[in-house]
């Protein structure tokens, strides 16, 4: 019966030094904006006792912007005494040009990089690797530019290079195709070797006309008669009974006919469709 009156003070006492006790302790401190983390030693802490004293280092890559900086903070009640330290990006030093080549870079702190650039009319030798400024200086090394070579261009249908291909080729050199007789060229007839080691731009095309074309129940009403040549046209026309689907005027161009060529549907076959 006593018990009704008295526990709840003693819980309430209770609560309060409770409380009390977790107002005196201050939680983990954290200043990540000034490149700082806790020494090791007290990264697992998450509560500090009202009076702890903790320290920070600078986080990897970074050193200290002035080294007499206190790098400890003290508990008071449940805040942190403010901290003076702070780090700043270590450097790595510029990267001076190398043989045929030069870097093209970030910057030169922790984290930059530097991608190796070849001078014209030089490609890197192997990969590309592209270098980081890391926590003990530039890692990798310079890489080797060596002088552009483009192989042979390759052969083209219904048509050829006019010289012998080579097995190699320096920069700017250049190829011309041809194409065999009576048959059309598209594109561009001379090539050059280019930075990337390939030549450009892309080999022309020999065209040989379009092909001839059998509709089935179609009539050609205008245009020639085959081989069909680039420009030429056909005019279609569907046999009686029978419904053109698609365009009845098709042009020869360079990848065919455009559009593509019509059919003739039979009226009746589109009616037993439709009962289908
Ligand atoms: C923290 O400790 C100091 C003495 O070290 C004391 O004066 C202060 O009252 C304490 N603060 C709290 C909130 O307990």
Known sequence: MGCKVLCPSVYLLAYLMICDHVQAECTQPSFASRNVVLSANHLSTQNFPNGSTVTFECVIGHKLVDRKASRSVTCEGNQWTSLELSCTRKSCGSLADFFDGRYDMTGNLFGDTAKPVCNQGYMLAGKETTRTCRDQGWDGRDPLCEPVKCSAPPAIENGQLVDEPLESYNYLEEVSYRC?????LIGKSTLRCSEDGTFKPDPPKCFDGCPTLKIPNAKRIDGKAPPYKLGNFIEYK?????????????????????????????KTEIISFINV
């Open 238 to 266: 569907c046999e009686d009974g029978y419904r053109l689907e698609g365009d009845a005027y098709i042009e020869c161009r360079e990848n065919g006919w455009s559009p593509e060529p019509p059919q003739c549907i039979g």
């Open 180 to 184: 065999n007789k009576g048959i059309n």
